[in-house]
C-alpha cells in the first residue's frame, strides 16, 4: 500500500437540481483528514452526495456519507455495489445508542457514596466478627477432636510466616534500631544525654517498634499472602469443592494460618526487638562510644521485665488479626480476578489499622496498671 | 470459494517451544483472501500460540510469517504499525479494558491510530461498531463486569472491528456460550465477514461452528498442521486424530445436525 494514498476529498457543485457534492479519493479510516470536520460544517442545503469518484470505502466512510445523507437531506448517487452494501449495513446499525453513562447529580453521588461506604463497613464489621465467630466454632471442634488438627498444614505455614520472614524482619529491625539511636543521640546531646540513647533503643524497641513493626511486616507478607492465596481459591472453586467433600475450609485453611500467626508473632516480634537492640548498639560503640558491655549493663538496669513482657502480649493478638483479616477477606473474594487484588489490598490496609488502633489500646491499659 | 484467490496469511516453516516442549515444529499454513478459516486441535497443540506468533506477540524461534505479501518482523517501524491496523484480534475472555465502557473500548485502537478523529465522530463509530456487533443499544455505555460473557464477546468484537480490519483474528469465540448464543455469534460473524470482506482466522473447539461457518478447515496436530480442506476433504485423510474428531460421537452428531438442517432447506 502507497503511504500517500489519494485522501478523501469532496467539491461543491452547483447544478439544476441543487448542490451537488462530489466525493473523491479512499474513504477510508487512515484517508479520511479532516474530512468529517468539514462536512459538519457544511450548511447548504446539498441535494445530491455523489461518490461515484470514491476509490475506496470502509464501514467509517459509509458512516459519514450515511449521517451526511441523514442530516441534510442530500441523495446518495453514484455508489458502487461495495458502498452501496456498507451504507445499507451501517444504517442497519444507525440507532439511537447511548455511549457514556448518564452523568449523575454530584451531590446525590457523594451521599451515595458515603452511604455505600457505610453500609459496606457495617457489613465488613459484621462479617468480621461472624467470621471469629466461626473460627472459635472450629477450634472448639478441633479441641475435642485434635486429631484433626493438620500439623502438617501448620508446620508449613510456620515456614512461610517466620522462618522466611526472618531475613526482610532482621534487616528491617536492623536499620530501625540504628535509626532511633542516631536521631535520639542527636536530640539527646543537646542536653548532655546521649547515654540516655541507651534507655531509649532499649524500651522503645521491647515495648513498641519491635512487635509493631513486626507486625506490619507481617501484615504486608503474609496478612496480602493468606488473602491472595484463599480467593484464587475462592474464585477456582476450591473452597466449593471443600465444602462438598466435606472438609472444612476454615479448618483447612484459616485454622492453619491462625495458628501460625498467633505462634509465629511473638517469636518474630522478639526478634526483631533483639535485632533492633543489636543495631541501637552498635551505632552507639561506633558513635558514641558507650562499649558493648557497658550498652547490655545499662539495658538490665533500665529496661523493666514488664516491658518485656508489654510486647510480648500484645504479638499474638497482632498476630490473630493480621491472620483474621487476611483470611477474611480472601473468603469475601467473589466473581473476577480484579476482586483478588481489591480483597488483598483491603487485607493489609484493614490489618495494619486494626493493629494499630489496638496498639493504643494496649498502651493505655497497661499504663493503667502501671506497667509504665 | 476461489481457489486462487490471494493469500492474506502465509505462514512458513514456523518453529516455537518453551524451554525443552515443542509445540510447532515447521507449520506451513496459507489463509485465503476472504475466507472463514477454522483452526482445530487438541488441547496444547498450540492453536492460541499459533495465533499468537501471527500477531507478533510471541516471537517464532524459527519461521516466516507474511501478512498481505508484507513480512512481518520485530521491528517497531511505520510499516509494521501499518499492518498492525490491518487486522482485529479477539481474545478469549473479550480481554476488554475493565476501566472503561465498551464504547470507550471501542474508542481506544481508534484513538490511538487516529488522534485527529472529532469526539463526535468516534462516538458515533462505537455506536455503530457496537451495534453491528450485535449488542443492545444500552450495553455502549455499561462497563464490561456489567456484561454477560456473550455480550463481552460481542464487545470484544465491536473492538476487534474498530479499525475496519480486513483479517480478523477470534480465539475461541463460542467457547462457554450456551447453544443459542453460540449460534448467533456463528450467525454475525458469517455476516460481518462476508458483508466487510472479512478474511477470519478462527480458532475454535466447536465442531457446530466449524460445520456452519468455517470454509476451510485446518487441523494442528503433531506439531504441525496435518491437513487443511473443507470438512469432506478432512474426512477423506486417515489422519487417526481427524478420523477421530470428525467422527467421534460429536462430530457425527454435528454432522447430522448440518444434514437435516440442509434436507428442511431443500
Same mark, same amino acid.
Given at each position: 500500500?502507497?503511504?500517500?494514498?489519494?485522501?478523501?476529498?469532496?467539491?461543491?457543485?452547483?447544478?439544476?437540481?441543487?448542490?451537488?457534492?462530489?466525493?473523491?479519493?479512499?474513504?477510508?479510516?487512515?484517508?479520511?483528514?479532516?474530512?468529517?470536520?468539514?462536512?459538519?460544517?457544511?450548511?447548504?442545503?446539498?441535494?445530491?452526495?455523489?461518490? #461515484?469518484?470514491?476509490?475506496?470505502?470502509?464501514?467509517?466512510?459509509?458512516?459519514? +456519507?450515511?449521517?451526511?445523507?441523514?442530516?441534510?437531506?442530500?441523495?446518495? &448517487?453514484?455508489?458502487?455495489?461495495?458502498?452501496?452494501?456498507? +451504507?445499507?449495513?451501517?444504517?442497519?446499525?444507525?440507532?439511537?445508542?447511548?455511549?457514556?453513562?448518564?452523568?449523575?447529580?454530584?451531590?446525590?453521588?457523594?451521599?451515595?457514596?458515603?452511604?455505600?461506604?457505610?453500609?459496606?463497613?457495617?457489613?465488613?464489621?459484621?462479617?468480621?466478627?461472624?467470621?471469629?465467630?466461626?473460627?472459635?466454632?472450629?477450634? @472448639?471442634?478441633?479441641?475435642?477432636?485434635?486429631?484433626?488438627?493438620?500439623?502438617?498444614?501448620?508446620?508449613?505455614?510456620?515456614?512461610?510466616?517466620?522462618?522466611?520472614?526472618?531475613?526482610?524482619?532482621?534487616?528491617?529491625?536492623?536499620?530501625?534500631?540504628?535509626?532511633?539511636?542516631?536521631?535520639?543521640?542527636?536530640?539527646?546531646?543537646?542536653?548532655?544525654?546521649?547515654?540516655?540513647?541507651?534507655?531509649?533503643?532499649?524500651?522503645?524497641?521491647?515495648?513498641?517498634?519491635?512487635?509493631?513493626?513486626?507486625?506490619?511486616?507481617?501484615?504486608?507478607?503474609?496478612?496480602?499472602?493468606?488473602?491472595?492465596?484463599?480467593?484464587?481459591?475462592?474464585?477456582?472453586?476450591?473452597?466449593?469443592?471443600?465444602?462438598?467433600?466435606?472438609?472444612?475450609?476454615?479448618?483447612?485453611?484459616?485454622?492453619?494460618?491462625?495458628?501460625?500467626? &498467633?505462634?509465629?508473632?511473638?517469636?518474630?516480634?522478639?526478634?526483631?526487638?533483639? &535485632?533492633?537492640?543489636?543495631?541501637?548498639?552498635?551505632?552507639?560503640?561506633?558513635?558514641?562510644?558507650?562499649?558493648?558491655?557497658?550498652?547490655?549493663?545499662?539495658?538490665?538496669?533500665?529496661?523493666?521485665?514488664?516491658?518485656?513482657?508489654?510486647?510480648?502480649?500484645?504479638?499474638?493478638?497482632?498476630?490473630?488479626?493480621?491472620?483474621?483479616?487476611?483470611?477474611?477477606?480472601?473468603?469475601?473474594?467473589?466473581?473476577?480476578?480484579?476482586?483478588?487484588?481489591?480483597?488483598?489490598?483491603?487485607?493489609?490496609?484493614?490489618?495494619?489499622?486494626?493493629?494499630?488502633?489496638?496498639?493504643?489500646?494496649?498502651?493505655?491499659?497497661?499504663?493503667?496498671?502501671?506497667?509504665? | 470459494?476461489?481457489?486462487?484467490?490471494?493469500?492474506?496469511?502465509?505462514?512458513?516453516?514456523?518453529?516455537?517451544?518453551?524451554?525443552?516442549?515443542?509445540?510447532?515444529?515447521?507449520?506451513?499454513?496459507?489463509?485465503?483472501?476472504?475466507? +472463514?478459516?477454522?483452526?482445530?486441535?487438541? #488441547?496444547?497443540?498450540?492453536?492460541?500460540?499459533?495465533?499468537?506468533?501471527?500477531?507478533?506477540?510471541?516471537?517464532?524461534?524459527?519461521?516466516?510469517?507474511?501478512?498481505?505479501?508484507?513480512?512481518?518482523?520485530?521491528?517497531?517501524?511505520?510499516?509494521?504499525?501499518?499492518?498492525?491496523?490491518?487486522?482485529?484480534?479477539?481474545?478469549?475472555?473479550?480481554?476488554?479494558?475493565?476501566?472503561?465502557?465498551?464504547?470507550?473500548?471501542?474508542?481506544?485502537?481508534?484513538?490511538?491510530?487516529?488522534?485527529?478523529?472529532?469526539?463526535?465522530?468516534?462516538?458515533?463509530?462505537?455506536?455503530?461498531?457496537?451495534?453491528?456487533?450485535?449488542?443492545?443499544?444500552?450495553?455502549?455505555?455499561?462497563?464490561?463486569?456489567?456484561?454477560?460473557?456473550?455480550?463481552?464477546?460481542?464487545?470484544?468484537?465491536?473492538?476487534?472491528?474498530?479499525?475496519?480490519?480486513?483479517?480478523?483474528?477470534?480465539?475461541?469465540?463460542?467457547?462457554?456460550?450456551?447453544?443459542?448464543?453460540?449460534?448467533?455469534?456463528?450467525?454475525?460473524?458469517?455476516?460481518?465477514?462476508?458483508?466487510?470482506?472479512?478474511?477470519?482466522?478462527?480458532?475454535?473447539?466447536?465442531?457446530?461452528?466449524?460445520?456452519?461457518?468455517?470454509?476451510?478447515?485446518?487441523?494442528?496436530?503433531?506439531?504441525? &498442521?496435518?491437513?487443511?480442506?473443507? +470438512?469432506?476433504?478432512?474426512?477423506?485423510?486417515?489422519?487417526? @486424530?481427524?478420523?477421530?474428531?470428525?467422527?467421534?460421537?460429536?462430530?457425527?452428531?454435528?454432522?447430522?445436525?448440518?444434514?437435516?438442517?440442509?434436507?428442511?432447506?431443500?
Amino acid at each position: 500500500m502507497s503511504p500517500m494514498a489519494s485522501k478523501a476529498e469532496f467539491t461543491e457543485e452547483q447544478g439544476a437540481k441543487g448542490t451537488t457534492l462530489r466525493v473523491s479519493g479512499r474513504l477510508t479510516l487512515s484517508n479520511l483528514g479532516d474530512l468529517p470536520q468539514r462536512l459538519d460544517a457544511l450548511d447548504d442545503p446539498v441535494a445530491q452526495i455523489d461518490i #461515484s469518484s470514491v476509490e475506496r470505502t470502509d464501514t467509517v466512510g459509509a458512516w459519514i +456519507i450515511h449521517q451526511f445523507s441523514g442530516r441534510t437531506g442530500a441523495q446518495i &448517487v453514484g455508489a458502487s455495489d461495495e458502498a452501496k452494501r456498507l +451504507i445499507a449495513l451501517v444504517s442497519q446499525a444507525d440507532s439511537d445508542v447511548r455511549v457514556r453513562p448518564e452523568p449523575v447529580n454530584p451531590v446525590v453521588r457523594v451521599v451515595t457514596e458515603v452511604g455505600d461506604a457505610t453500609v459496606i463497613a457495617m457489613r465488613t464489621l459484621l462479617g468480621l466478627v461472624a467470621f471469629f465467630g466461626a473460627i472459635l466454632i472450629a477450634s @472448639w471442634d478441633l479441641i475435642r477432636n485434635p486429631r484433626r488438627l493438620r500439623i502438617n498444614a501448620i508446620v508449613h505455614r510456620f515456614e512461610l510466616v517466620g522462618v522466611k520472614a526472618l531475613g526482610i524482619i532482621g534487616l528491617m529491625s536492623f536499620l530501625i534500631g540504628i535509626v532511633i539511636a542516631q536521631q535520639g543521640a542527636v536530640q539527646l546531646q543537646q542536653f548532655g544525654a546521649e547515654t540516655l540513647t541507651v534507655n531509649l533503643v532499649g524500651r522503645i524497641t521491647t515495648r513498641e517498634l519491635g512487635v509493631l513493626m513486626t507486625a506490619i511486616m507481617v501484615a504486608g507478607r503474609s496478612g496480602s499472602a493468606f488473602a491472595a492465596q484463599i480467593g484464587t481459591m475462592k474464585l477456582t472453586e476450591e473452597i466449593d469443592a471443600m465444602r462438598t467433600i466435606g472438609v472444612s475450609p476454615i479448618e483447612a485453611l484459616v485454622i492453619p494460618r491462625m495458628m501460625a500467626a &498467633v505462634i509465629m508473632m511473638p517469636l518474630l516480634g522478639f526478634y526483631a526487638t533483639l &535485632v533492633s537492640i543489636f543495631g541501637g548498639g552498635l551505632f552507639c560503640w561506633v558513635s558514641l562510644e558507650i562499649p558493648p558491655i557497658t550498652f547490655v549493663q545499662r539495658l538490665q538496669e533500665v529496661i523493666p521485665i514488664t516491658d518485656l513482657w508489654v510486647g510480648l502480649i500484645k504479638a499474638p493478638v497482632f498476630g490473630a488479626i493480621i491472620a483474621l483479616s487476611g483470611c477474611f477477606q480472601g473468603m469475601q473474594v467473589e466473581g473476577n480476578a480484579e476482586e483478588v487484588g481489591l480483597r488483598t489490598t483491603s487485607a493489609v490496609v484493614q490489618a495494619i489499622f486494626l493493629v494499630i488502633v489496638l496498639d493504643a489500646f494496649f498502651a493505655v491499659f497497661f499504663s493503667q496498671i502501671g506497667w509504665i | 470459494m476461489d481457489l486462487n484467490a490471494p493469500i492474506a496469511v502465509k505462514i512458513r516453516g514456523i518453529c516455537n517451544h518453551f524451554g525443552d516442549q515443542v509445540i510447532h515444529d515447521g507449520v506451513d499454513l496459507d489463509v485465503r483472501n476472504g475466507e +472463514i478459516l477454522g483452526v482445530v486441535g487438541g #488441547s496444547g497443540t498450540g492453536k492460541s500460540v499459533l495465533m499468537r506468533t501471527i500477531i507478533g506477540l510471541q516471537r517464532p524461534s524459527a519461521g516466516e510469517i507474511e501478512i498481505f505479501g508484507e513480512p512481518m518482523t520485530d521491528e517497531e517501524n511505520e510499516a509494521q504499525l501499518d499492518l498492525r491496523r490491518r487486522w482485529g484480534v479477539m481474545f478469549q475472555g473479550g480481554a476488554l479494558f475493565s476501566t472503561l465502557t465498551v464504547a470507550e473500548n471501542v474508542q481506544v485502537p481508534l484513538r490511538e491510530f487516529y488522534p485527529n478523529l472529532g469526539q463526535k465522530l468516534l462516538d458515533e463509530i462505537a455506536a455503530y461498531k457496537v451495534v453491528m456487533a450485535g449488542l443492545p443499544a444500552n450495553a455502549a455505555a455499561k462497563y464490561p463486569s456489567e456484561l454477560s460473557g456473550g455480550m463481552r464477546k460481542r464487545a470484544g468484537l465491536a473492538r476487534a472491528l474498530a479499525l475496519d480490519p480486513r483479517l480478523l483474528f477470534l480465539d475461541e469465540p463460542t467457547a462457554g456460550l450456551d447453544p443459542i448464543a453460540a449460534a448467533g455469534f456463528d450467525e454475525l460473524t458469517k455476516d460481518l465477514s462476508k458483508s466487510l470482506g472479512l478474511t477470519v482466522f478462527l480458532i475454535t473447539h466447536d465442531l457446530d461452528t466449524l460445520h456452519a461457518i468455517c470454509d476451510r478447515v485446518a487441523v494442528l496436530a503433531d506439531h504441525k &498442521v496435518v491437513a487443511v480442506g473443507t +470438512i469432506p476433504e478432512l474426512l477423506a485423510t486417515d489422519h487417526p @486424530w481427524i478420523q477421530a474428531y470428525f467422527n467421534g460421537p460429536r462430530g457425527r452428531a454435528a454432522q447430522s445436525a448440518v444434514d437435516r438442517h440442509m434436507a428442511k432447506g431443500a
